[in-house]
């Protein structure tokens, strides 16, 4: 019964994304729903950006094993990131009016360094949507009781969410996200006034967890520990800035006020609300203990799924797993569109300058077919956790992406030839260290975005003449 009523869900998320579908009539309203977003809209998918399966299921588990320490970067350098979009870069990119950042990068610099970070930035996507797909296949297992296994549970799931993303785009990402951060919010709440109140009630389970340490998050004194503390926040924090989804929900607003407040107001919601599933997750361990520590022999990724479905009422489980989906779904969604969309507009449509609008929407459709296909058999083939597939995801864009991001926006003296240096540096410092295995002191993305940030500057000082007349014609 459960099963059923879950699909019955699903059965109305494609019905509200492909009503949605039906404002699509041209490239921007699939891409950018027409600038037409209200606050409400924007904040409810800025929120949703990140409010997916790895903060339920995926730092919900890591805060059980390592306590804050484990959750630098989600959900502390997540929200800061969309904070820092919202207040910094949201307002001149949503006044250039661009379709992709890609577009920013050639605006700005020129088509080699549009096509390098554009393949970079859709890159950076495949383990961040493979996570959802995977958190997916998972919920369709544990609610098969292994009758659907995970790997057809990713497929079931992935061909849910391709079909409204495919058709109605960012109208259906808005529409069917804004109903589900609905049932996410009251779902969740709900799930957890039942398990504090299993639990002993919230200062019981605030109180043990602190008195384990759980709430410790700062690092010691130790220079190596700094720096991997460090490393982690820079990484989503930073890595996560020039990234299409945050991008494409600040340029779907309706204005500038809501562009920034919209991406600003859903990055502090995300925090503050990132802490309901930490709370369910050591509720679970206060509840039934012993069913946490044998599932951390297992996969702690099942803790919250086989707490509700062993300790809550039926309608409890429909209202989580209902409210799960949701999580999840939103996500999805805006990820899949987003490294789908830079690839059709940055990568292909250069290629055929003669392309009609309606030909280039159908391109962008056919991408989001190929890029689901790829990321689900990813999602299939990897054996990563949800959380650091989600974790790894941005360390590419912060050695190459982040440096000409910034300076093209407040730098003048910016210029192409320092763009060149500063991807060549920070990406080829960065592989080469991955490469070797060099992690310590310092992780590798971190040196990267260093070495990129030296080729911006040496490269942009030293340019040739013609590109430093560039600079003087613009200015």
Same mark, same amino acid.
């Given at each position: ?38 606050? $409400?809209?924007?904040?409810?998918? @800025? ?10 299921? %995926? ?7 390592? %306590? ?132 002993? %009630? ?15 998050? +700062? ?72 069913? @946490? ?9 099942? &803790? ?31 990820? +899949? ?9 940055? @990568? ?55 440096? $000409? ?31 070797? %295995? ?8 971190? &040196? ?8 911006? @500057? ?5 340019? $040739? ?11």
């Amino acid at each position: 019964m459960l099963l059923q009523l879950v699909i019955a869900y699903l059965v109305l998320s494609v019905a509200i994304g492909l009503f949605a579908a039906t404002r699509v009539h041209n490239t921007r309203d699939y891409i950018t729903a027409g600038r037409n977003l209200p606050m $409400p809209v924007v904040l409810a998918m @800025v929120f949703a950006t990140w409010f997916g399966a790895e903060t339920v299921l %995926g730092i919900s588990a890591t805060f059980l094993e390592e %306590g804050f320490r484990g959750l630098i970067s989600d959900p502390l350098g997540a929200s800061l990131c969309l904070v820092l979009f919202g207040l910094i870069f949201a307002r001149p990119l949503y006044r250039m009016n661009l379709l992709t950042l890609g577009d920013f990068f050639r605006v700005r610099y020129n088509r080699s360094i549009e096509l390098v970070l554009s393949l970079c930035i859709v890159i950076s996507y495949l383990g961040w949507v493979a996570a959802q797909v995977t958190a997916l296949g998972l919920v369709f297992n544990v609610l098969s009781e292994d009758t659907i296994s995970m790997n057809q549970g990713m497929l079931v799931g992935a061909g849910v969410v391709l079909v409204y993303t495919l058709f109605g785009g960012m109208w259906s990402v808005a529409m069917t996200t804004f109903v589900q951060m609905i049932v996410i919010v009251i779902g969740l709440l709900l799930v957890s006034a039942n398990a504090a109140e299993q639990a002993g %009630g919230v200062a019981t389970v605030i109180a043990k967890a602190h008195a384990e340490g759980k709430f410790a998050f +700062l690092p010691t004194l130790d220079p190596i520990d700094m720096l991997g503390w460090v490393a982690a926040l820079f990484t989503m924090a930073l890595g996560s800035i020039p990234q299409q989804d945050v991008f494409q929900r600040v340029n779907s607003s309706k204005n500038e006020t809501v562009a920034v407040w919209g991406t600003t107001l859903g990055g502090i919601s995300y925090f503050f609300f990132a802490a309901v599933p930490l709370f369910l997750a050591y509720s679970a361990n206060l509840i039934d203990h012993g069913m @946490v520590e044998k599932l951390k022999e297992v996969d702690t990724q099942l &803790i919250l799924p086989t707490l509700i479905l062993n300790h809550m009422p039926f309608w409890l489980q429909v209202v989580f797993f209902g409210a799960l989906l949701s999580v999840i779904m939103s996500t999805a969604s805006g990820t +899949l569109l987003a490294p789908s969309v830079t690839f059709a507009e940055n @990568v292909i449509k250069p290629y055929f300058p003669r392309l009609t609008d309606q030909q280039f929407l159908w391109t962008t459709r056919f991408t989001v077919v190929g890029f689901t296909t790829m990321v689900t058999s990813y999602a299939v083939a990897t054996d990563a956790t949800i959380h650091t597939m989600v974790e790894n995801a941005y360390r590419i864009t912060l050695a190459g992406a982040f440096v $000409p991001l910034v300076a093209g926006l407040f730098w003048k003296r910016a210029n192409s030839f320092g763009a060149l240096w500063a991807v060549v540096l920070g990406l080829g410092t960065w592989l080469v260290l991955e490469v070797l %295995g060099i992690d310590e002191p310092v992780e590798p993305q971190l &040196i990267g975005l260093l070495a990129s940030a030296i080729g911006m @500057v040496f490269g942009s000082l030293s340019a $040739p003449a013609d590109q430093r007349a560039a600079i003087a014609s613009r200015s």
